[in-house]
């Protein structure tokens, strides 16, 4: 079964509801961490790293003898990545979305290709959680490739738990499509509830069997539950605001560590999506 966490907004609790259900169920168990330009769901799980990968992502190259400058590479780029200039070919790699056009377009076959590293894929283990996560070099804006790449090394013969990017955005989807279930987690505030409205709208249109999780449930406003309960949207878990799991995050210390009697509530949580899903 793939579950993947996601929220409308940054800040919500998302990789801690990650973390806390993959320690919880213990055995195996993937993770992914798919917010591949700011991973952190390892300083938690703190596996042991005994792989490292470069990810590429092919760029351009122009073999200026074969070369008629008819400019059909750059007619077909719709990111002005290739443009032709008179006499002369330009190639801008931070707009290349490696789409493959220019290269296949091309009538005198004068574009090959070379790896322009975007980032990096690490694999490691702990404790029969296998963890693995995208690191996009600072800089780069294309995640989904490397979203991608992290998706490919799915077990399904292990329960896989996507950390998903925030937000309703390209990254995101990448990152959930294909989900067996989707948890949404918010929080009480105005924020948290526009949000939360998006990233409903989103798995939606997706087809997405999917609930909520409302952390910090003892602040702000009764806005989100009202909302859950009008649109049928289960509820499947709430939080309350809590000093010390706040203080624990800072440390790096799970909520399960901190609060073992979490983990019975966390695997309850497992097993109510896994009557959701049918599994």
């Known amino acids: 079964m793939i579950i993947s966490i996601a929220s409308g907004k940054g800040g919500t609790g998302k990789t801690t509801l990650a973390i806390n259900l993959a320690l919880s169920l213990e055995k195996n168990v993937q993770y992914l961490d798919c917010d591949v330009e700011e991973p952190n769901g390892h300083i938690f799980v703190k596996p042991t790293f005994d792989e490292k990968k470069s990810f590429g992502m092919p760029i351009p190259v122009v073999d200026f003898d074969k070369c008629d400058y008819c400019g059909k590479c750059g007619e077909i780029c ?3 990545a290739i443009v032709v200039i008179k006499q002369n070919v330009l190639v801008f790699p931070d707009l290349c979305h490696s789409c493959a056009g220019c290269w296949l377009v091309c009538p005198q076959k004068a574009i090959s290709t070379k790896d322009k590293e975007v ?3 690490e694999l490691g283990n702990r404790n029969g959680i296998e963890f693995i996560h995208g690191k996009l070099n600072v800089g780069e804006s294309l ?3 490397l979203i991608r790449a992290v998706k490919e090394k799915m077990d399904p013969t292990k329960t896989v738990i996507i950390d998903s990017p925030p937000g309703t955005s390209c990254p995101v989807i990448e990152a959930i499509k294909e ?6 987690v918010t929080e009480p505030t105005p924020f948290g509830f526009n949000d939360l409205k998006l990233a409903v709208e989103m798995v939606r249109k997706i087809g997405l069997n999917f609930g909520v999780i409302i ?3 003892d602040v702000g406003n009764r806005d989100v539950h009202d909302y859950c309960t009008r649109e049928n949207i289960p509820i499947l878990m709430e939080i309350n605001n809590d000093r010390k799991i706040a203080e624990a995050y800072s440390r790096g210390v799970p909520i399960v560590e901190l609060y073992p009697e979490y983990r019975d509530k966390f695997l309850a949580l497992y097993q109510d999506i896994e009557r959701r899903v049918g599994a």
């Open 78 to 80: 719709e990111y002005n």
């Open 119 to 121: 980032g990096q894929l």
């Open 143 to 145: 995640s989904p490739p």
């Open 179 to 184: 989900s067996d279930f989707v948890v949404l």
């Open 215 to 217: 952390n910090r449930a």
